[in-house]
């Protein structure tokens, strides 16, 4: 069956007379447990709940591996590190991935005795000796690197390190780094799988039963736990995922091309666009190229401009969304990117209104 048709009854119940397709949230902080705790699937809220079930179901689907869900994307990285690290190991991480994975990895986890080694994504094949984990990051974000996960991961395997990949900005949809030999599969469901700018989740997809269980028992001890309307919501959204991200990476492509061809723009970062230098790469490891483009403008005052006259690029942080939306990345400070570097997230609005937009504001810069 074709991944479309797939997510659309993704983790649905058996259909039952008179049910609903997809069940609404259980609210519950406990259940009605009489005698053996082992006799009840659910027992108490911080350890499971039916809503949260089903969306790992519909998960595992794509992901190829049973995965669990989190409060955050945060959540499901620091789950991976904290069940996988121990003072004294050696944590290679792709330099140039999520700001607030790599705050935690140099702050908490280096502070703690792991020794985090930052190494740009070209160069992690030849730094995995020693490493007990390797954390990927493709595309990465904001600068939109593609690395080779299955190449990656049989290096990595070879000196006996595990990989993780953070997949936010691809989605399980578009990539599996499962079936490309990763152990982890991490994404922050925030951004284009739940796709609606309205709640924020992560979750992390494994192969090895015995990784499950420690994230498992990591999600109950530290309490990392989804709320159960979050997690119904993303549920729900998640069945229009194809949809939105053949639609909207339909639209990312025409944007992105327009703006290479755009005299005001320095550079345009998309591995959609066939010169890209992740292009071949992403070709061979991704379904679709994503919702996320970058570019630069010449200076700090061009791109408040841009944010100025643009009406339908929304300043904001965060991507995926059906909403487009844009930010100047130098503002949060982290990330080595130029003062006018802009990163954009295309939405499901029209393209034709979308090029239109771009044109009058890169017009009045
Ligand atoms: C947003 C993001 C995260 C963190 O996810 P939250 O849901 O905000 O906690 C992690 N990795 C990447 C690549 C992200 O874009």
Redesign the pocket.
């Known amino acids: 069956m074709k991944t479309a048709t797939k997510i659309v009854r993704a983790g649905l119940p058996t259909p039952e007379q008179g049910s609903a397709f997809l069940p609404g949230p259980t609210f519950a902080s406990a259940y009605h447990l009489k005698g053996e705790p082992s006799s009840s699937p659910f027992g108490y809220a911080r350890q499971s709940n039916p809503t949260w079930s089903a969306f790992e179901n519909a998960l595992g689907e794509l992901e190829t591996g049973p995965s669990l869900v989190f409060a955050?994307?945060?959540?499901a990285?620091m789950a991976v590190f904290g069940t996988t690290l121990r003072p004294g190991d050696i944590v290679v991480v792709q330099a140039d991935?999520?700001y607030?994975?790599r705050l935690i990895a140099s702050g908490y986890f280096s502070e703690i005795g792991i020794q985090v080694k930052l190494v740009p994504a070209k160069e992690i094949e030849t730094n995995l000796v020693g490493a007990k984990l390797v954390w990927l990051?493709t595309p990465s974000?904001p600068n939109l690197d593609v690395c080779d996960i299955a190449r990656i991961a049989t290096l990595a395997h070879a000196v006996g390190a595990l990989v993780a990949v953070?997949n936010?900005?691809a989605t399980a949809l578009a990539q599996q780094p499962l079936s490309l030999g990763a152990d982890f599969s991490v994404?922050?469901?925030?951004?284009a799988l739940c796709g609606h700018s309205d709640l924020?989740?992560?979750h992390v997809a494994v192969k090895d039963a015995g990784l499950l269980e420690k994230l498992r028992t990591w999600r109950t001890q530290t309490g990392s736990i989804a709320g159960p309307m979050e997690v119904w919501l993303a549920h729900r959204s998640m069945a229009t995922l194809e949809l939105r991200l053949s639609h909207q990476s339909g639209t990312a492509m025409q944007v992105a091309e327009f703006l290479q061809s755009h005299n005001s723009v320095q550079s345009v970062r998309y591995p959609g666009l066939v010169s890209d230098p992740s292009h071949a790469l992403a070709a061979k490891q991704m379904r679709f190229f994503s919702t996320v483009i970058s570019f630069v403008l010449d200076s700090k005052e061009k791109a408040d401009a841009f944010f100025r006259h643009s009406v339908l690029f929304t300043e904001a942080t965060?991507?995926g969304s059906v909403h487009s939306s844009a930010e100047r990345r130098a503002r949060w400070g982290g990330d080595v990117v130029p003062p006018g570097f802009i990163r954009m997230s295309v939405g499901l609005e029209d393209s034709q209104d979308l090029i239109a937009d771009l044109t009058q504001a890169l017009g009045k810069i």
């Open positions: 955050s994307g945060m959540a990285v991935c999520y607030t994975t990051e974000n953070d936010t900005t994404a922050s469901d925030t951004k924020v989740l992560g965060s991507f």
